[in-house]
């Protein structure tokens, strides 16, 4: 397994080589998860931040920025409680 060349809450560029991302050749994003590696090539989350969605990106499209921002940024402190019944259906807890 390699190790990523970029951690959660990095701020990067789209490259311009991938044709298939040619929708965010440039964009700025914020890395919100990857994959492991395990099975090819590290894949990241990027949450776009020009249109609020979330792309799946090879490292290879990858620029670095040198920015980061936080996990408050793009997520509150809510709790959910989910009870499981015996079946393994959940329910939202009062």
């Given at each position: 397994m390699?190790?990523?060349?970029?951690?959660?809450?990095?701020?990067v560029r789209v490259g311009k080589?991938?044709?298939?991302l040619a929708?965010?050749?440039?964009?700025?994003?914020?890395?919100?998860?990857?994959?492991?590696?395990m099975s090819g090539p590290i894949e990241y989350g990027v949450y776009i931040y020009r249109d609020e969605i979330l792309w799946q990106v090879s490292e290879d499209d990858l620029e670095?920025?040198?920015?980061h921002a936080s996990r408050g940024?793009?997520?509150?402190?809510?709790v959910v409680r989910?009870?499981?019944?015996?079946?393994?259906?959940?329910r939202i807890a009062d």
């Open positions: 390699s190790q990523p060349k970029f951690r959660v809450y990095e701020i080589n991938n044709p298939e929708e965010i050749h440039g964009e700025r994003g914020a890395i919100l998860g990857m994959t492991d590696g670095a920025t040198g920015e940024d793009f997520y509150d402190d809510t989910v009870n499981v019944d015996e079946k393994g259906r959940g």
